[in-house]
């Protein structure tokens, strides 16, 4: 039988990275004829060794080269998306598009694809011939692995959910500039020797000063991240909240086809971690559930998620952006009874989210259509 031709757009960027490290160390490219295309550097050799890959980039822009795949994996982009999506579909494209961008999520036609939570959704819709298939939001994917036993069991009232995100959520370019902006400051004061603490407070005001230097590399962010914090990610809304914040209950339900949506909501805020997105949470149950029970329908739920014993030690070991950067677990900790009542539980999680928040959903979607 001969093998689906698959195009993969945005190989280059964060996710796209990150996908085709995972691609080719499960072994992912014999399945498939694929073709790497690129929206800057068509007509030049893409830099991997694969087995059944044209080795020269194919525009990413060119409709006729797209139409001749079976599968078109993009982690492109929305402007790509927007660009190229709908005329594709237009000119005749029936292969599937699985994409990263948040462009398609929410239109009837599409699937949020996050196949431990959601694989009965997904083969539905390929039995509707629907071809769609998208990522969802990294920090809602990540959090819904993390408590998929408290979704499955239908436990859940509603979420608050406070997050630390990762420079890398924003992009390649940002996470250059978050170093740069670090090596801007630490240049500078640490040139009048290691041992400042003596003058700490007036080397505070200096960093100070040098955040609002006309010099300070900002172009990204448009803001200082490093020793700093940015509590808005994404464009505003007219309700006030973050477009990030909005996506949290409208994906979610979205991906778990709720009759009854959950509320979700909370506050997204850019810290300078380089990679994991990172979730304070409180969740109120529909019914006091022992702490025991909690966490068992926590940790049985999927292979992935790592309950961490709510105790100092493991925390600090286990439940951080370090331990879990590069890493498929989605380790969930600080789980215990708040004293705002018995059915309200306080939860911490931290996951890769260019992994399980981003390249490893798409990657599997592959396999789904490997075996439909
Ligand atoms: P990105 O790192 O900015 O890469 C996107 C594209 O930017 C690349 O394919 C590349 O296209 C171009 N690019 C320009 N300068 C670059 C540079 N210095 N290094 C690498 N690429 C550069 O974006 P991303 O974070 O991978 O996100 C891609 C899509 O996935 C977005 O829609 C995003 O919203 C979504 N997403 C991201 C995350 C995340 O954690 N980052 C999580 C979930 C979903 P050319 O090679 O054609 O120039």
């Not at 464009?235 to 009854?260: D, H, M, P």
């Amino acid at each position: 039988m001969s093998k689906m031709k698959l195009g993969i757009v945005g190989w280059r960027g964060m996710v796209g990275q990150v996908l085709m490290d995972r691609l080719m160390s499960e072994g992912d490219f014999s399945h498939f004829e694929t073709s790497i295309f690129s929206t800057s550097q068509k007509g030049t050799h893409h830099p991997f060794t694969l087995i059944n890959s044209n080795p020269i980039l194919l525009d990413a822009y060119d409709l006729n080269s797209l139409k001749q795949m079976d599968i078109i994996l993009t982690c492109q982009g929305g402007d790509y998306t927007s660009k190229v999506h709908r005329e594709l579909r237009s000119s005749g494209f029936k292969g599937y598009w699985i994409d990263a961008a948040s462009t398609l999520r929410m239109e009837d036609k599409s699937v949020i694809i996050l196949d431990p939570i959601n694989k009965h959704v997904i083969e539905s819709a390929l039995k509707n011939q629907q071809k769609d298939f998208i990522g969802g939001n990294c920090t809602v994917s990540l959090m819904m692995l993390a408590l998929g036993g408290l979704f499955a069991s239908d436990s859940i009232e509603w979420i608050s959910s406070m997050t630390y995100q990762a420079a890398s959520g924003a992009g390649a370019r940002h996470m250059n500039e978050l170093l740069k902006q670090m090596k801007f400051v630490t240049d500078d004061v640490m040139k009048e020797g290691d041992n400042l603490s003596d003058k700490i407070l007036s080397v505070e005001k200096k960093v100070k000063t040098l955040l609002s230097d006309p010099s300070f590399p900002s172009e990204n962010f448009g803001h200082p991240l490093a020793f700093n914090l940015l509590p808005w990610i994404d464009s505003e809304l007219e309700n006030g909240q973050s477009k990030e914040e909005w996506k949290a209950s409208v994906e979610a339900n979205k991906i778990l086809q709720t009759k009854n949506p959950i509320a979700i909501d909370g506050t997204c805020v850019r810290i300078s971690a380089m990679r994991c997105h990172s979730q304070a949470l409180t969740i109120k149950l529909k019914k006091d559930i022992p702490l025991n029970e909690i966490e068992s329908m926590i940790s049985e739920h999927n292979p992935w998620v790592k309950l961490v014993a709510n105790k100092k030690a493991e925390t600090l070991q286990y439940l951080t952006p370090e331990f879990t950067s590069g890493n498929l677990q989605i380790p969930i900790g600080r789980v215990r009874k708040m004293n705002l009542g018995p059915s309200f539980i306080n939860a911490f999680t931290v996951g890769d989210q260019l992994l399980w928040g981003a390249a490893e959903p798409l990657r599997r979607m592959l396999h789904i259509l490997l075996e439909y």
